[in-house]
């Protein structure tokens, strides 16, 4: 495979002009996993080398290329032009061939099991019933849950398969595509609903400084971003409770401890036999669209596609 590159910059002197070789596979694989997840460490975990290895490997890959692939930065590296260009050229012919030899068909092998990684309301509320007919046909899970940055770190790293992500993914190395819209709304239990009566609608939302609030966090990022969107200032709040886990801000409200914002998703049942009254119904509320992130590359468990499938098709009833 010829690697002759029309980028004059990140130039590597290296004797007198020739050629470039043809570069060894593996030089490139290894040039795609560090490509693909932002650090030599990373790529070595997902190879299972050791990073002197991979950092040999890709100096002998840029001599050969006569061209400087990545720059390192204190944490990880970041790809060159010429690095964008060649990912691109050798992304879809190497990903094709760990495809074509990989370890058999689904029939033929017993697949490891699918490392999926998002937020734990949703997983546990939307994602693991949605998945139960594949998990009846032999695929198996490992979950993790956590907050979507750090998610998306370890999937970059190799220990996740695929994310769901609450925002998009930033930079060029993973790919992710739109899973589902969550619709944001401002509740309360009906005892609450009833002291407030009409008044939230006729004196604005100062209304509610008189009911506590019930948030997972202190700073309060889903109440202050409806505050903005819904009512058009800011929130001057404090929280009566914070619990890390939406279904247990969910459980506060409905027991009378305040009110709070949720995804409507989270609490349509308790809204539909009233256990929780809406306080306002804007016409415009905000939205959030959660992505579905996926492991850089080609690893051969056919059972990755299985659940990414399934839950992209779910989606579009939710």
């Known amino acids: 495979m010829g690697l002759t590159l029309a980028v004059v910059s990140h130039e590597i002197p290296d004797g007198p002009a020739a050629a470039p070789a043809p570069a060894d596979l593996n030089l490139l694989r290894t040039f795609l996993a560090v490509y693909r997840s932002g650090s030599f460490t990373a790529a070595a975990h997902l190879l299972g080398l050791s990073q002197p290895t991979v950092t040999t490997q890709i100096r002998s890959l840029e001599r050969q290329t006569r061209r400087e692939l990545f720059e390192r930065l204190p944490r990880g590296v970041a790809p060159t032009t010429v690095a964008d260009e060649l990912a691109a050229r050798v992304a879809g012919p190497l990903d094709a061939l760990a495809a074509a030899t990989g370890r058999g068909t689904l029939e033929e092998t017993r697949a ?64 992710a595509v739109p899973l589902a819209d969550e619709e944001f709304v401002l509740v309360a239990a009906p005892v609450w609903a009833e002291r407030i009566g009409g008044r939230l609608a006729a004196d604005g939302p100062g209304v509610l400084h008189e009911v506590p609030l019930v948030t997972y966090a202190e700073d309060l990022p889903i109440v202050r971003r409806y505050w903005r969107h819904v009512f058009d200032r800011r929130l001057n709040c404090r929280a009566a409770v914070t619990v890390p886990d939406l279904r247990g801000v969910r459980a506060a409200v409905a027991g009378g401890a305040g009110f709070s914002v949720l995804p409507r998703y989270l609490c349509a049942d308790e809204l539909a036999r009233g256990a ?22 080609a690893f ?17 009833s939710w």
């Open 112 to 175: 490891e099991p699918v490392h999926l990684a998002g937020p734990a309301e949703w997983l546990c509320t939307v994602a693991l019933p949605a998945l139960g007919p594949l998990l009846a046909q032999g695929v198996r899970l490992r979950v993790t849950t956590g907050l979507t940055d750090a998610l998306l770190d370890e999937l970059r790293a190799g220990r996740h398969d695929l994310v769901v992500a609450t925002s998009r993914p930033r930079g060029r190395t993973l790919t």
């Open 276 to 297: 929780l009254v809406l306080l306002a119904d804007p016409e415009d509320p905000p939205i959030n669209t959660s992505f579905l992130a996926q492991r850089p590359g």
């Open 300 to 316: 051969g468990n056919p059972h990755v596609a299985r659940v990414r499938d399934h839950l992209l098709e779910a989606a579009r």
